[in-house]
């Protein structure tokens, strides 16, 4: 497919309706039409050696639809040494989180996107009293040709040394408009906005339950 076989971290991003994928240090990878993968040489770290362990973001730090990647590690290889040398002395219970490094010892940068703007669409549904976040709801969203994107809440929540939250974000390319949007939440009921502009933050409320 065109992909690395293993990475420090990685993370899904979309901008123009075919799902890239960042890898660390490999960088951005583009998605062909034929479905497989090449490197694009954006983002990609030259020398990765010296860092320990690495995290990564993808998320629209400054509200202008494109979406900004946060990336942050531990550069001394040296000081995880000590750590894990440390850690063998204690039982399989210590908080070895707190033990590997402090807030200081961590390198974060924010990398603001600045690539060619693109039409986009942000959708972050709200569910009922107990699942605010609508974990589990999935959306699909229909655009020019076809195409249908479908994104779940939370589907990121386990990635490794990753991080997701709960807006989704879909790329429309040049399309001004997305076709048809669905929510279908973890109930099985289903919300269908039809037609909806592009560039703006939709947010989707789950109807109440009728008893």
Not at 1 to 7: A, E, I, N, Q, V
Not at 16 to 21: N, Y
Not at 85 to 92: D, T, V
Not at 143 to 163: E, I, K, L
Request: aromatic share 10%.
């Amino acid at each position: 497919m065109g992909l690395p076989g293993s990475s420090g971290c990685a993370s899904w991003v979309d901008y123009d309706g075919s799902l890239d994928l960042y890898a660390f240090p490999q960088g951005l990878y583009s998605r062909q039409p034929d479905g497989t993968y090449s490197a694009s040489g954006l983002l990609k770290r030259r020398d990765s050696s010296g860092v320990y362990r690495v995290f990564c973001s993808w998320f629209d730090a400054d509200n202008d639809g494109r979406r900004d990647l946060l990336l942050t590690y531990i550069p001394d290889t040296k000081l995880a040494q000590r750590v894990w040398e440390k850690i063998r002395q204690y039982s399989l219970f210590v908080n070895w989180k707190t033990k590997a490094a402090t807030a200081s010892q961590w390198v974060s940068t924010l990398y603001s996107n600045g690539a060619p703007e693109q039409k986009w669409l942000i959708v972050r549904p709200e569910g009922l009293v107990g699942s605010r976040e609508a974990i589990g709801a999935r959306v699909a969203v229909s655009s020019a040709g076809d195409r249908v994107d479908v994104q779940q809440v939370g589907q990121a929540n386990n990635a490794t040394r990753s991080q997701g939250h709960y807006q989704l974000y879909f790329g429309l390319g040049v399309e001004d408009v997305a076709e048809n949007v669905t929510v279908t939440w973890s109930t099985g009921a289903n919300t269908e906005l039809g037609a909806v502009a592009a560039n703006q933050i939709l947010v989707i409320r789950q109807p109440e339950q009728v008893e």
